[in-house]
């Protein structure tokens, strides 16, 4: 405070304190900010708040929607799987399509069989060591874009259909396929999880080939059984052309009534395939199989599942 030499009993008027002011500001921002995030807060948990600005304050601030122990998806990501599945749900009943999942089921469907089911994929991909690589990803969308008709043509699809970019196709779509297809690969041969399977497939077929009766096997040896499973869990019953994967069903149409497959490798199982009845006109398969289930990545992640501690905060 400056001193008034000419009337020094004048009152002085203060000067303001630029510190406190700049303290003052500072902490009513801060203040304004945490109730804008408790509201918002309330707004996407509570209410559902959804749309372009919902979506643009996620990206900045991570909000969980779910949690998997210590791993977390972003409210970000499940929204934009979100939108691109109702879009094209909606695109699909625009079409005339009926019996689509609703609301509630496709948020499930999203978070929990998509976002959840990826996130501990990866952890059974670092347990069994399977990776892929930049140059994996680059291979298979160069294929899908060559078979799309061009980049442009493939963008444009994206967005009509499901309203995302190709970089989040990539993203949200390639690389969890491209290592979910590769751990499938290493669960075939990896002797530590179907080690047992494997012998008990090959004991089987030593059997058979040493001249044992088909139906005496498979009742011995088969964990499938008809009337526990449907034909094409199976592959006991009849089939037609287009039934199976292709090149299944070109090899087993090569063969004649009563012969029976070299041990083949399935999704979720080993299995001695043996052929019924044939019509080569209508395209038509009766088979038998001997099946001996193994795991498949949907059990190893059923099993990251039971032993997590999920938490769902989206809805």
Request: hydrophobic fraction near 40%.
């Amino acid at each position: 405070m400056k001193f008034n030499l000419r009337n020094p009993f004048k009152k002085q008027k203060a000067e303001p304190n630029i510190k406190v002011l700049v303290i003052s500001i500072i902490f009513g921002i801060l203040l304004l900010f945490i109730v804008f995030l408790g509201i918002f807060s309330w707004g996407i948990y509570q209410l559902d708040w959804q749309g372009k600005f919902v979506e643009t304050i996620v990206k900045i601030i991570p909000y969980p929607a779910a949690k998997a122990d210590k791993s977390y998806i972003s409210f970000y990501d499940y929204l934009r799987n979100l939108d691109a599945a109702n879009k094209f749900y909606a695109k699909q009943r625009s079409t005339g399509i009926q019996n689509l999942p609703n609301v509630k089921t496709t948020k499930k469907i999203i978070l929990e069989e998509r976002l959840i089911s990826n996130l501990l994929s990866e952890r059974v991909a670092k347990n069994l060591g399977v990776t892929i690589s930049e140059q994996d990803v680059a291979q298979k969308l160069d294929e899908i874009i060559k078979n799309g008709k061009g980049q442009e043509e493939v963008t444009k699809y994206l967005n009509d259909w499901y309203g995302i970019s190709l970089a989040e196709y990539e993203q949200y779509f390639i690389r969890p396929n491209l290592l979910q297809d590769k751990i499938e690969l290493n669960l075939q041969n990896n002797v530590l999880i179907n080690g047992e399977a494997k012998k008990k497939i090959d004991e089987a077929y030593a059997e058979l080939k040493a001249g044992a009766n088909f139906d005496e096997i498979f009742k011995q040896y088969s964990e499938f059984k008809p009337e526990d499973e449907d034909s094409v869990s199976s592959m006991t019953g009849n089939f037609l052309r287009g039934e199976l994967p292709k090149t299944l069903e070109d090899a087993l149409f090569a063969l004649n009534v009563g012969q029976y497959t070299d041990v083949i490798k399935l999704s979720g199982s080993y299995s001695i395939i043996k052929i019924i009845k044939k019509d080569e006109n209508k395209g038509a398969l009766t088979l038998k199989a001997i099946f001996v289930k193994t795991k498949s990545l949907n059990d190893l992640v059923q099993d990251e599942k039971n032993k997590s501690k999920i938490k769902i905060y989206a809805y």
